[in-house]
């Protein structure tokens, strides 16, 4: 069975980017009623604070002058601001609601890093289908989401949020949340827009600080980072962000090249440009305005529709339309863009959300079940040498660690109105499936801080059986501005593995965390190691499961995951230098004069693509159907991959082509292809790749798309170091 049997979750969602001719009517006629002033309003998004206070000024919703406000939550509170907008305004224009459900916003899925370890589209799109209509049944009509940066640098705390280093596995995943969020079933009948960001290259900041520098090349920017975004609008995405960043010297908010002559004319993107927070005023301290009035100018003819919160449209357009200094074009069109959204999504029809109770909408227990499949399948098993999985006999567990019994970091960083009470901590999760064992709990350290107790730890570790240790990164620990230089275990969490560890008692890890963190003492001594990131309310739950069988783990790495910090930016789509290293762990020392450290391995600790199961898989007959295709041809590929192991596992099948030689030089692998199966033990399944050739272009000297002909390499396996191997030629 596949996994597209197993979820069957087909839905159908709404395309934003299809013109509709009778709402393109609606619109030209209510923007012949507008005033100037009330068409600049609906270019402003408010943030009123987080809730409606007896204070709360109302004004502008009631003049005309909003068109969306962000970061309130609730239907009650909403409604109140709804209907300022649709019974006190001039015209009634409803307002966009937009909010940040970036992983869930009541049922808490595992963090959209996490998420993208399961590289299972259906289910994917199903937590964000999920979250979205909670979202819906609550007032929000527009979420800020799917993050799509392409991102090489565990240092940045937002990697958390994105889908790893990987454009086509990126784009894959941003088509799925994207038919997820906007889907067409929600329950309460109401309808969301999603907003890819950031647009664009904010994935690349600089040395892994938020908000810094990107300098890219323009392959980069074309190859890298544009691809996910593309397959976002592709699918209907309605709405982007645009970045903080500044991009080769320009900052993307106030950047007309990327803005208009790129996604609009390159990309043909026809939906609203958000700007971030406060981008359009963060140009002045960018160096690229000398002040809002001309912050704003900046923006607006960069094209930036709608302005998240700096007011800089507010103050200064009419005056700057007035004298010229703007097109009024550029409004007409940035309204007909925000109007034709609202009508899209019968906000003109349907402007309130009932206020209920949502028991039959949150949390339900079908939501609470997809959770804990998804989570189970977002965690990557790093290690194991014959400790997992644990036996259900064993009788006595130590339970070690700061995030052994936590019910709140396991929510990650977007935890919207997730609760603690709905989690299942790690000790929880063990109660439920091994209800027998005796199990002693020890925090041992605390989270950050020097402070430790180690030795209450390694005392019961010593008289268990097992020593499950919790370890690793709370929420606070990445997201949006929390970024850190040492990735390591933080605290005093590395002098606690190593004082249980001394005990003698087999130890398993459990890591948590928003990004990789570097474990090469982890790896070279503790014999297991699983990856369980931040997965939400289930996090307990799946945990337990996968360390006593109940589930065999799946999930593979989105990222190439660091032994050091020195070797960040560290990715699989390298490109070779003119002295490669041989890229095995060779050290300078054993190959002078070659591409390599003296002190460190070039080698990840782990490979993109890499996760183990409880069972073995082998690939075998690699065969490429028609080995010499032309251009427009579309290339089949084959291999047999079989279960050699005991138990029955699922195993994603991942293909990677070289280009050997490029008008620029091309990556050493690419991921083009991949594929889930689900194996009983001894079984054995052909699966078929098709990889159109045209997808294995680049972006040439001259900026444009490229395919060339000539010779590649092709592997497909488990990982991006797959050893199978083949060739074909592309012909003119
Ligand atoms: C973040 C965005 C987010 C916005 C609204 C910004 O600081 O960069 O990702 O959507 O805030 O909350």
């Known amino acids: 069975m596949t996994d597209k049997q197993e979820n069957d979750f087909t839905m159908s969602h709404i395309n934003f980017n299809q013109l509709d001719p009778a709402i393109e009517k609606r619109v030209t006629d209510l923007m012949a009623q507008m005033t100037l002033d009330e068409k600049i309003g609906q270019m402003s998004q408010l943030f009123l604070g987080k809730e409606v206070t007896p204070t709360i000024d109302l004004s502008r919703i009631r003049e005309g002058r909003a068109g969306s406000v962000l970061t309130m939550y609730g239907a009650a509170d909403l409604n109140v601001l709804q209907k300022a907008a649709v019974e006190e305004s001039r015209l009634g224009i409803p307002l966009l609601f937009g909010n940040d459900v970036i992983h869930g916003y009541r049922t808490i899925f595992p963090i959209p890093l996490a998420e993208a370890c399961s590289w299972d589209m259906d289910l994917i799109e199903e937590s964000a289908r999920i979250a979205s209509e909670e979202a819906a049944a609550d007032g929000t009509h527009w979420i800020f989401a799917p993050m799509v940066d392409t991102c090489r640098e565990p240092r940045w705390g937002r990697i958390a949020e994105g889908s790893g280093e990987d454009p086509f596995l990126g784009s894959e995943i941003g088509r799925a949340r994207v038919r997820g969020f906007q889907s067409d079933s929600h329950a309460s009948g109401k309808k969301v827009v999603s907003c890819p960001k950031h647009f664009a290259a904010y994935g690349f900041s600089e040395a892994g600080k938020d908000y810094n520098s990107v300098d890219i090349s323009e392959q980069t920017l074309r190859d890298m980072v544009l691809p996910p975004f593309q397959a976002t609008f592709d699918e209907g995405a309605g709405t982007i962000m645009s970045a903080f960043n500044d991009l080769n010297g320009v900052p993307a908010t106030g950047n007309r090249r990327l803005l208009r002559t790129i996604l609009r004319d390159e990309m043909g993107f026809n939906g609203i440009v958000l700007s971030d927070w406060n981008a359009i005023g963060e140009l002045v301290p960018h160096g690229f305005a000398a002040d809002n009035r001309h912050a704003g100018l900046r923006a607006i003819h960069a094209g930036v529709d709608m302005d998240m919160t700096t007011d800089a449209y507010e103050d200064y357009l009419a005056d700057q339309i007035a004298n010229g200094e703007v097109p009024v074009e550029y409004v007409d069109d940035a309204v007909r863009r925000i109007l034709r959204i609202k009508f899209m999504l019968g906000l003109f029809e349907d402007p309130y959300t009932v206020e209920r109770d949502h028991s039959d909408i949150f949390l339900t227990p079908a939501y609470r079940e997809t959770a804990l499949e998804m989570t189970r399948k977002s965690m990557v098993l790093l290690k194991n040498e014959g400790v997992l999985p644990l036996a259900k006999t064993t009788t006595k567990i130590a339970l070690i660690g700061p995030l052994a019994n936590d019910h709140h970091e396991i929510l990650g960083t977007w ?119 931040h997965g939400g309310i289930r996090t307990g739950r799946a945990v337990a499961d996968l360390l006593f069988g109940n589930a065999t783990p799946s999930g593979k790495l989105p990222v190439s995951w660091p032994r050091s910090v020195g070797q960040i930016p560290i990715y699989y789509n390298y490109k070779n230098t003119g002295r490669p290293s041989d890229g095995d762990g060779t050290y300078q020392f054993n190959k002078v004069h070659y591409s390599n450290y003296q002190d460190e391995s070039n080698a990840p600790q782990y490979p993109f693509g890499y996760g183990l199961s409880y069972t073995q898989f082998s690939y075998s007959e690699l065969v490429i159907e028609n080995a010499r295709p032309s251009l427009n041809e579309t290339l089949t590929v084959r291999v047999t991959i079989t279960n050699t192991g005991d138990v029955a596992g699922d195993e994603i099948a991942q293909l990677y082509v070289r280009d050997l030689v490029g008008e620029v030089t091309r990556p050493v692998r690419e991921l083009k292809g991949f594929q889930t199966v689900s194996l009983a033990p001894g079984a054995s399944e052909t699966i078929q790749f098709e990889v159109p050739v045209q997808s294995l272009g680049f972006t040439g000297i001259d900026g444009t798309y490229l395919v060339e002909p000539g010779q590649f390499d092709l592997w497909v396996g488990g990982d991006s170091s797959a050893a199978l191997k083949s060739s074909f030629e592309v012909t003119a």
């Open 415 to 533: 935890f919207r109105i997730g609760e603690d009470g709905d989690t299942e901590s790690v000790l929880d999760g063990l109660r439920q499936v091994v209800p027998d064992a005796e199990i002693a709990l020890a925090e041992g350290c605390h989270l950050y801080e020097d402070s430790e107790n180690v030795v209450a730890a390694a005392t019961i570790a010593a008289e268990a059986d097992v020593a499950i240790l919790v370890l690793g990164e709370g929420e606070f620990m990445s997201g949006e501005a929390h970024c850190r230089a040492d990735i390591s275990l933080p605290g005093h969490q590395q002098l606690l593995l190593e004082a249980v560890h001394a005990t003698g008692t087999p130890v398993v890890v459990v890591l948590m965390g928003g990004r990789p963190i570097t474990i090469p003492w982890m790896d070279d001594n503790v014999p297991a190691i699983l990856m369980a990131w």
